[in-house]
């Protein structure tokens, strides 16, 4: 299943920050020009900044464009056109990408971390393996991705929208997903030890043999959520009005307030 982001969800009053070049029209680039940038960048990457120069394709067009395996580390392509980019096994640590649109994007194995990422598009986008730690998702649209066994550990992906999107096996330890949307999401055995997951959003998510230790849950939406094996012991402002529609099994792990009531199959 298909899901379309609701162009008419509230927006917080510094999303505009997000969109701020957003409107600014798309450019676009010869292949030697592109070339030449590149390899500008790559000597500005290997000489630690003493030489060459950091490339600037913000809001240009490189939709399909392959940048397999470069080192882009710091590169500026925030609200560039990059639907169908190439960036598996792409070194992209540091890089400004907020407001890009990567639609049907493939980033596996590539390394964005500490990446400025906020309101990107990466709907549809397959990021198995890759790197996104401590990473700036604020806002971003990330649905019906594969992301498995990708690294999110303390990245900040609140208001951010994973609708149908596959993070099974995924780490998200320590990371920020407050007031972000997992509807009919897949969390299987993901780490989500110490998230902050407050009011956000998980209907018909499944968190099968997920480990929600220590998570932070005041007002999360877990209905007709999949809880089956997960382990949520220690976790902080779960009640159980939040979990009443949610499915569990004999090998859900309950916090220890929430255990005196039976639990589905036990």
Same mark, same amino acid.
């Given at each position: 299943?298909?899901?379309?982001?609701?162009?008419?969800?509230?927006?917080?009053?510094?999303?505009?920050?997000?969109?701020?070049?957003?409107?600014?029209? +798309?450019?676009?680039?010869?292949?030697?020009?592109? =070339?030449?940038?590149?390899?500008?960048?790559? %000597?500005?990457?290997?000489?630690?900044? !003493?030489?060459?120069?950091?490339?600037?394709?913000?809001?240009?067009? %490189?939709?399909? $464009?392959?940048?397999?395996?470069?080192?882009?580390?710091?590169?500026?392509?925030?609200?560039?056109?990059?639907?169908?980019?190439?960036?598996?096994?792409?070194?992209? !640590?540091?890089?400004?990408? +907020?407001?890009?649109?990567?639609?049907?994007?493939?980033?596996?194995?590539?390394?964005?971390?500490?990446?400025? %990422?906020?309101?990107?598009?990466?709907?549809?986008?397959?990021?198995?393996?890759?790197?996104?730690?401590? *990473?700036?998702?604020?806002?971003?649209?990330?649905?019906?991705?594969?992301?498995?066994?990708?690294?999110?550990?303390? &990245?900040?992906?609140?208001?951010?929208?994973?609708?149908?999107?596959?993070?099974?096996?995924?780490?998200?330890?320590?990371?920020?997903?407050?007031? *972000?949307?997992?509807?009919?999401?897949? %969390?299987?055995?993901?780490?989500?030890?110490? *998230?902050?997951?407050?009011?956000?959003?998980?209907?018909?998510?499944?968190?099968?043999?997920?480990?929600?230790?220590?998570?932070?849950?005041?007002?999360?939406?877990?209905?007709?959520?999949?809880?089956?094996? *997960?382990?949520?012991?220690?976790?902080?402002? $779960?009640?159980?009005?939040? +979990?009443?529609?949610?499915?569990?099994?004999?090998?859900?792990?309950?916090?220890?307030? $929430?255990?005196?009531? =039976?639990?589905?199959? &036990?």
């Amino acid at each position: 299943m298909t899901f379309m982001v609701d162009a008419d969800r509230p927006r917080p009053l510094f999303a505009a920050d997000i969109d701020s070049r957003a409107d600014t029209p +798309i450019r676009s680039v010869a292949a030697e020009e592109l =070339a030449r940038i590149l390899k500008a960048h790559e %000597l500005y990457v290997e000489t630690d900044r !003493r030489a060459g120069k950091r490339a600037n394709l913000r809001s240009t067009d %490189l939709s399909g $464009l392959d940048f397999s395996g470069m080192k882009l580390r710091r590169v500026q392509m925030s609200h560039a056109e990059l639907a169908g980019a190439n960036f598996v096994g792409t070194d992209l !640590r540091r890089a400004n990408m +907020i407001g890009a649109k990567l639609q049907g994007a493939r980033l596996t194995s590539a390394n964005l971390t500490r990446a400025r %990422l906020s309101g990107i598009n990466l709907s549809d986008a397959t990021c198995e393996h890759a790197c996104l730690a401590e *990473a700036e998702l604020e806002f971003a649209i990330v649905a019906n991705a594969v992301m498995r066994d990708v690294d999110l550990q303390d &990245a900040d992906m609140s208001g951010a929208v994973f609708d149908g999107a596959d993070l099974s096996g995924a780490n998200l330890r320590w990371a920020n997903l407050r007031g *972000a949307s997992f509807r009919d999401a897949r %969390l299987c055995n993901t780490d989500l030890r110490e *998230a902050r997951m407050g009011g956000a959003s998980f209907l018909r998510t499944s968190f099968k043999g997920a480990d929600l230790r220590g998570a932070y849950l005041r007002v999360a939406k877990f209905d007709h959520a999949d809880l089956s094996g *997960a382990d949520l012991r220690g976790a902080r402002g $779960l009640v159980r009005q939040q +979990i009443e529609n949610a499915i569990c099994n004999a090998d859900t792990r309950l916090p220890d307030d $929430l255990i005196p009531e =039976a639990v589905d199959g &036990a």
